[in-house]
């Protein structure tokens, strides 16, 4: 079964430093996500591409954040510099079509980022 | 705004008795609903999706959620707790935002006691 693949599986840096995660979606999935959970929370849309085209990044701190997704394929979001509030897992995840209302979503595994 | 509210944030249950997760919508719109499970340090795992064809929806594992417009609710059901069933739920919403947006309700951890 395919699967979306995310790495590293879990990052420590300090504060002040760059750190970047990366995500494969599945085979033919137009649209990727990253998301950003804090524990105890839900997840939370940072920035969601279709294809290679940004269609929703209004809840990504962009003096910080950054995320592209060059060839349509496969996806890379970076943070510098990261501060101790930055601690979450990300999570990505893709989908066939975002247009759909009902169209699935499948995760990643997530990267569990600890700040120190 | 178009959101969902899930009721408690751990439930406690024994084996084998009934699993009853609580979630309640706002929207002015008919929802597009879903339930996602996530087990420790893993992604989330889609349970079932509401898509207005049926008010009850059968998902994965024996869960099932009944939607009722009345009283805005998409709760979260399994006649049978089992140990494997002790996780963290979510429900969510998509709104239409140009394409079809996610909203998370903040979750509920299930416990499963032996």
């Known amino acids: 079964e395919a699967e979306v693949a995310q790495s590293p599986r879990y990052k420590i840096t300090e504060k002040s430093q760059a750190v970047a995660f990366w995500c494969d979606p599945i085979?033919?999935?137009?649209?990727l996500y990253w998301y950003r959970q804090i524990l105890g929370q839900g997840p939370e849309l940072l920035v969601q591409?279709?294809?290679?085209?940004?269609?929703?990044d209004s809840q990504l701190p962009k003096d910080r954040f950054s995320a592209e997704r060059l060839k349509g394929v496969d996806s890379t979001l970076k943070i510098q510099p990261a501060e101790l509030g930055d601690s979450a897992m990300y999570l990505c995840a893709s989908s066939f079509f975002s247009g759909i209302a009902t169209d699935t979503q499948y995760f990643g595994p997530g990267t569990r980022l600890t700040v120190l | 705004a178009q959101s969902v509210t899930q009721l408690g944030s751990h439930v406690s249950v024994s084996e084998g008795a009934l699993v009853l997760l609580r979630c309640n919508y706002s929207s002015s719109v008919p929802p597009y609903l879903f339930w996602y499970v996530q087990y420790p340090n893993q992604g989330l795992q889609l349970l079932l999706k509401y898509t207005s064809a049926a008010t009850l929806v059968k998902g994965i594992n024996g869960f099932e959620a009944e939607f009722k417009k009345s009283e805005t609710s998409f709760h979260l059901t399994k006649p049978s707790a089992h140990m494997s069933d002790a996780a963290e739920y979510f429900c969510?919403?998509?709104?239409?935002?140009?394409?079809?947006?996610?909203?998370f309700g903040a979750g509920t951890r299930l416990f499963v006691k032996a």
């Open positions: 085979s033919g999935h137009a649209t």
């Open positions: 591409f279709q294809d290679e085209s940004v269609v929703d």
């Open positions: 969510a919403v998509r709104i239409n935002t140009g394409g079809f947006k996610t909203i």
